[in-house]
């Protein structure tokens, strides 16, 4: 006896499925999975159904019922390997040998009667080469090797063919696939019925065959049907093997009858056949490469979160990546720091990106900011506008935007105030809009308003300054911290290690309030001169804390020097170059902050534009406000009483 094998047809979207489930379900995991795949009876001429596999195979379920007409959800198996290596060496001929012993195993507990589908199960082995988008692959169609007698008695029946049809139209799939036809065939049973009852005269079943009209095999799943008959005890059988399709039932007719002797049919020592063979007959498994069908966009949306998703297998399994590519980010400076940390964020996964600046890429950017090049430069190009659009060509999924504004800075008197109101508004509108904030500006000053915004709604910032061989990131206290209550006892070093105070922000530590410090300069103050080295380290020190800060369950209220999934979540870093020593440091938030403080903070929410002119306008105003006036005068009537009494 000849038998039409089963072939396979994957879907490309069952790859990208298959992709999704090793990054981030299976991992490291090379257990076997369930997984399903479909088949269909083919229209008269049509091609033979193949087994069917698309991202629909990765279902928890398969349905009992189909949704059209002879279709079915075969069961089956997924086994992913982690190496080509093991793809390999797989036990080819141990895998089969199980699945033919479970196949028995069901045959004599009868839970084959509870899913028919079973005869028909598969087992595909898998290796997927994610950085290349190549994907191996293997089908195995488990079948019970066996010698039998078996002839062909007669064509197909119209009014079978009617019956069946009508048949499937209200039948589960298992009842679908096989079924009794009584003696004078005039009735449908299903199957499971044999398992209760026996009939007198000669066994008749019908099964459906996925074959084309003109395949001469009989049907892969009969090896294990006649399996199963003859554990059930049976020495002959007829069976009609089913090849129309309902909706041509009276244009063709290629279904036919066939008698199967079962007397040489020995289980005891069944062999077992199955791996499907490639279209030139070699038994050896098939590739795909998506490489070569996908766009590059298509690639680049797959390839780029490949080393984040990594992350979670060995290195860091309880980073949440989601956070991290859900948070928006204003860049507040699209020079070196803002390249270099723009472009740290993209690789932890941000999708949301928008750079605020108001210069222009000069001819001495290019070397030192990354994302800009020399037709840039000739263009006279913005850079906040075209940093934006740096980030779209590194990666076109990136939601990346460049405004064009002056940040209004303290010290600086107002002279253009509607200009200068309107800029305020956008700034206003784009720290209300983002999630966490970061002052990468090159002057003190204008970090200040942002400052007072971000604390007065409760953003998260992070603030990187650079000097010529030193640096310091640190991140702002959010005004939401709960304080330490009285009823917490705490040591000094407790209070570095885990405080719940406030952290201060990037203006706590000054006695004074900011003022005008770009005026009169020459030109190595006016440029930031700096190890070229500084830019990217204290870059790499900002995402990596705006990382930390996310994964720690408390977010922007984490305590100072508290431990997330990444590691110390630290208030303030100071790098120095000259002995290559980084410092981590805390420091509470300051009541009379000039940017962080209350009563800054207060007025700035009354009042708005107004207080912010007057602050611009008049340089007395934040110290006399904030309390710093009240705080030099209380230090220098201090130092007054010292010296009277020295005297």
């Known amino acids: 006896m000849s038998f039409t094998p089963i072939k396979s047809f994957v879907d490309p979207t069952f790859f990208s499925e298959l992709a999704k489930f ?6 490291l995991s090379e257990a076997t999975v369930d997984i399903s795949g479909s088949m269909s009876v083919p229209v008269a001429g049509g091609r033979p159904a193949a087994l069917r596999l698309s991202r629909d195979s990765f279902a928890s379920d398969s349905p009992a019922v189909s949704s059209s007409l002879l279709s079915f959800d075969i069961p089956g198996k997924l086994t992913n390997l982690n190496t080509i290596e093991g793809f390999k060496e797989l036990d080819k001929a141990g895998l089969l040998k ?10 004599e507990t009868k839970e084959i009667f509870k899913d028919l589908r079973q005869l028909l199960q598969f087992h595909v082995i898998t290796f997927s080469d994610l950085k290349k988008y190549k994907y191996y692959y293997w089908f195995c169609f488990p079948a019970l090797a066996w010698k039998s007698r078996a002839r062909r008695i007669s064509g197909g029946d119209v009014h079978l063919n009617e019956m069946i049809a009508k048949w499937t139209r ?9 079924f009794i036809i009584n003696d004078n065939g005039t009735e449908l049973l299903p199957f499971a019925n044999l398992q209760f009852s026996r009939p007198e005269g000669m066994l008749k079943i019908g099964m459906i065959d996925f074959a084309s009209t003109e395949a001469i095999g009989y049907p892969w799943h009969l090896h294990n049907l006649v399996a199963l008959l003859k554990k059930l005890g049976f020495d002959r059988a007829e069976v009609y093997i089913y090849r129309d399709h309902p909706s041509q039932v009276k244009v063709t007719l290629s279904s036919y009858w066939i008698e199967i002797g079962l ?31 996908a766009s590059p966009l298509d690639l680049a949306s797959q390839a780029v979160d490949l080393n984040l998703k990594l992350m979670k297998w060995r290195a860091a399994p309880q980073i949440n990546l989601d956070i991290l590519k859900s948070t928006s980010c204003l860049l507040l400076g699209a020079g070196t720091l803002g390249c270099y940390v723009s472009r740290g964020l993209m690789a932890w996964g941000v999708r949301k990106i928008t750079f605020i600046d108001n210069g222009t890429v000069s001819y001495s950017n290019p070397v030192r900011q990354p994302l800009y090049t020399l037709e840039d430069c000739i263009a006279g190009a913005y850079k906040a506008e075209a940093a934006a659009k740096a980030l779209t060509r590194v990666y076109p999924g990136v939601d990346a935007h460049g405004l064009r504004l002056d940040v209004p800075m303290a010290g600086h008197p107002v002279t253009n105030e509607l200009k200068q109101h309107e800029d305020y508004v956008q700034l206003l509108e784009q720290v209300r809009k983002h999630d966490v904030i970061f002052l990468l500006m090159d002057s003190r000053e204008s970090r200040w308003l942002p400052t007072v915004m971000s604390s007065a709604l409760g953003k998260l910032v992070i ?19 709960s ?8 040591t000094q070093e407790d209070d570095r290690e885990t405080s719940a105070e406030p952290l201060g922000c990037y203006f706590c530590n000054d006695v004074v309030a900011p003022i005008d410090s770009t005026s009169r300069q020459s030109l190595d103050q006016m440029c930031t001169v700096t190890r070229p080295g500084v830019a990217q380290l204290a870059s790499g020190h900002a995402v ?74 008049d340089n007395e105003y934040l110290s006399e406000l904030s309390g710093l006036r009240d705080l030099q005068e209380g230090a220098a009537a201090l130092e007054l009483e010292s010296d009277d009494g020295l005297e």
């Not at 603030?463 to 911290?481: E, K, L």
Request: charged share 20%; net charge negative; hydrophobic share 35%.
């Open 98 to 107: 199980g699945h033919a012993d479970e196949l028995i195993s069901a045959f």
């Open 463 to 481: 603030n990187v300054a650079i000097g010529f061989d030193s640096y310091v990131v640190m991140r702002h206290g959010c005004q939401t911290q």
């Open 483 to 490: 304080p330490r209550t009285e009823a917490e006892p705490t």
């Open 544 to 617: 990596e804390l705006f990382a930390s800060v996310l994964q720690h369950d408390l977010g922007k209220k984490a305590p100072a020097n508290a431990t997330s999934t990444l590691g110390p979540v630290y208030h303030q870093l100071r790098g120095f170059l000259t002995n290559h020593d980084t410092m981590p440091i805390w420091g509470p938030a300051f009541e009379q902050c000039s940017a962080c403080g209350r009563e800054v903070i207060d007025t700035f929410t009354a009042d708005g534009w107004e207080f912010v002119k007057r602050a611009l306008n």
């Open 263 to 293: 007397d040489g049919t020995d289980l005891s020592n069944h062999g077992s056949v199955g791996w499907e063979r490639t279209s030139e007959g070699k038994l050896m498994p098939k590739v795909s490469d998506l490489a070569a069908l």
């Open 170 to 178: 209200n039948q589960s799939q298992s009842d679908q696939l096989i």
């Open 22 to 27: 090793k990054l981030e379900t299976a991992k």
